[in-house]
């Protein structure tokens, strides 16, 4: 459980966190697995077809069979023509068994349409060209056993599970292979559907929880019922959850920054209600925490929920997977519900368009715990978060892997630099422009100005890459600071700080990969006080009997190697 080459769910902080400092234990190594097949990884490169059209809303339809391990029922996919398009091309894993495609261009009746399956994709026939502006609906009938998940979260899927008395306890986790596992869909992180609906059919006592806001409870005389939930929020796909268990809830009502009231809900195991009405407090402490330092709970408009889950965590919009048994962690808080709820911006609110720029998600929410370490117990407790982080770092690979290496799919590539790495770009940034800037930077990057932090719809969401966070950056510092970003997250080597006597001068150095620019400052501690030195040139050069022995950078705050070179004797 300590290291996953893939990582994923914004998760992997909180578990070694855990791991080291709570002294859990490792768990057996399983078999090697077979390579995924193209449907198991999300974000595979999309169509021609695909860029062609634009999600709108997805009408989901599902009767979930916990006995046999089965699905079964239909989605219908509203979509905008955005070039002439013959084919609507969807993901789906070719285990679902698809029936049959009704369709509907533009105000046309729904008629029975050809379709095909080609490997993970489903291709349905337009019958004509479709000109661009034309709205297609599809409805497509499908059914089957859906992949089981692995180890969820890391290797997702359906989790099958049992509570305690024997009843069954289901959810869903499919960030890395993505949604295509159980509904058709467009597997990508580029677009995502403005609107959602689900309509999940359940055996009683079972209750679904998931995203958005619960319209009604239908029962059915089969011993069934349906519960009916929908969000009006831009969702992205891996973000639709489903969660299902004989659910007690402990519930409570939020006051937001904003003055406005925002419904809470904890879908907890029964057994388990007495521990879940203790932790409710600390999350609505959470959410008072992000609120004040990135702005208004995006999704306030419909409400905050978390559900108890069989797996360790998710951050499945408006409806938070925890699994994290009510342990807490080594600060005194629950790392997993914390980091977990973070991704409410980044990931949810914030979106990447391409998983190369995944640590947007990941760097950003491991951030966040850090700040949140300051804030209950101080700079030590934020310093040795940051120290912690910096142990994991490997400076193997770019954090934002080259255009050539394609990181459109989620694959081992990824790394855990995208968390650690991540956080530490913006622990050097906030050496560089100050703790009061850097909080402006996140800030802006949640609600950009021109937004503002009020909107309850969809608005404020976005779809961004790593530029518009440079760029946010550049805006609040004041300058160009591209030098810095360019050469952290675009290659993985770390400038060297080289110092050495020469003469009476204390000469410090950076040394970096191919002269690239790195005008670093160094913070240098003389005398029990600190001096900030610059380096507009990558060089500078102090009085030897004042700094010879000065301590370099002994706050931590730059990612780099350190080297004494030689002494030179006076000449």
Known sequence: MVFQKRLVGGIIWSVLSALVLTGCQTPPKT???????????SGAPPAPEQTAYDLRHVDLALQIFPDKKAIAGHATITAVVKAPLDWLVLDLDPRLTVSGVRLAAGESVPQVARFERRGPRLWIALGITQPVGTTLKATVAYAGAPRAAVRAPWDGGFSWDRTKDGQPWIATSCQGEGADLWW?????????????????????????ATNGRLVEVLPHDDGTRTYHWHTDYPINNYGVALNIAPYDTVTGTYTSVTGEQVPMTYWVLPENKAAGEKIFPEFMEHLNFYERTLGPYPFRGEKYGVAETPHLGMEHQSIIAYGNKYKGGAHGYDWLHHHELGHEWWANLVSVADWRDFWIHEGLCTYMQALYAEEREGAMAYHHAMYDNRRRIKNENPVVPPDTASMQQMDDKLGNEVY???????????????????????????????????????????????????????????????????????????????????????????????????????????????ERIEMPGGRAELDAARYSRAKLDPNLWILKETRMMSVQPPH
């Open 31 to 41: 078999a090697e697995k077979p390579p995924r097949t193209a449907s198991e990884d």
């Open 184 to 208: 058709p869909c467009k597997d990508h992180p580029s677009d995502k559907p403005d609107s959602f609906t689900l309509r999940i059919r359940v055996p009683q006592p079972l209750v679904v």
């Open 420 to 530: 650690f790495k991540g956080s530490w770009i913006v622990h050097m940034l906030r050496y560089q422009i100050g703790a009061g800037q850097t909080r402006e930077v996140l800030r802006r990057f949640a609600y950009p100005p021109e937004l503002g932090d009020r909107p309850k719809d969809g608005r404020a969401g976005r779809i961004v890459n790593s530029d518009d966070f440079v760029r946010t950056a550049n805006a609040v510092a004041g300058r160009d600071l591209s030098w810095f970003f360019n050469f952290y997250l675009y290659q993985p080597k770390l400038p060297k700080l080289l110092s050495s006597i020469e003469g009476d001068k204390l000469v410090l150095k950076w040394e970096v990969p191919e002269n690239y620019p790195f005008p670093m400052p160094v913070e240098v501690e003389v005398d029990g006080r600190l």
